[in-house]
C-alpha cells in the first residue's frame, strides 16, 4: 500500500477519521488540498484519487444539463480536468473549477452529439404542480435551442451571466441579449398557451 493512506491505529483497529482526509471507497485518503499539489506535481496516485473523488460531482452535473450524453460530456470534463489540472493554481476553488469544467464540456457535448429536448432539463422540485411542469416544458419545446439552453443554465443550474458565458463560449454581450429574447419569447409562448 502507499504511504499516503491512512492506516488503521494499532489500539482500536479503527480508521482515523479528520479533516485532512476524504473517504475514497474502501479507504481514506488525503483531502483535496493535499492531494491537487502532488496530482500537480506529477503524483499518480494523487492524480487518480483526485479524478475518483470527482466523478460522482462530474457525472451527475453532465447529465443533468445533458441526459442523452452525459456520459460522454463527463468523459470530456474529466479529461479536460486531467489536462488542465496543472494550471489550477488555488485548491479552494478546485470544486468550482470542476463544475464549470462540467457544466463546459455538457454544454458542447450537447452541441456536438445531439438535439435538446424539454426532457433534458432535470426533475424539477418534488412539490411543484405537475400541470406547471408539463405547461414549462411545452413552452420550453417552442422555444429556439439557443433560447432554451441560456433559460436552463440561469434558472435551473442558478449561472450568471459570466459563468453562462463562460460555459457557452460567448461573448457576455451575446449570453445577455439572448437572456432577455429567450425570457421575453418564454413570457410570450407561456402567456399564448395560457389565452
Known sequence: MSSTLMSSTPETG???RGADVIALRDRHVPEVGVLLPRAQAGDRQAMNDLLQHVAPLVVRVCQRVTRRH???????????????IHGLREPNAFHAWVRAIAVRE????????GDFAAEDLPDLAQDTNPMAVVHISDVLDRLPDHHREVLTLRVVYGLDEQEMATALALP??????????AR???HDAW?????
Open 14 to 16: 479503527a480508521e482515523p
Open 70 to 84: 452525459g456520459l460522454d460530456a463527463a468523459q470530456e470534463a474529466m479529461l479536460s480536468i486531467y489536462r488542465g
Open 106 to 113: 455538457a454544454v458542447r457535448t450537447h452541441r456536438r452529439l
Open 172 to 181: 457576455l454581450g451575446t449570453v445577455r441579449s439572448r437572456l432577455y429574447r
Open 184 to 186: 421575453r419569447n418564454f
Open 191 to 195: 402567456h399564448q398557451q395560457s389565452a
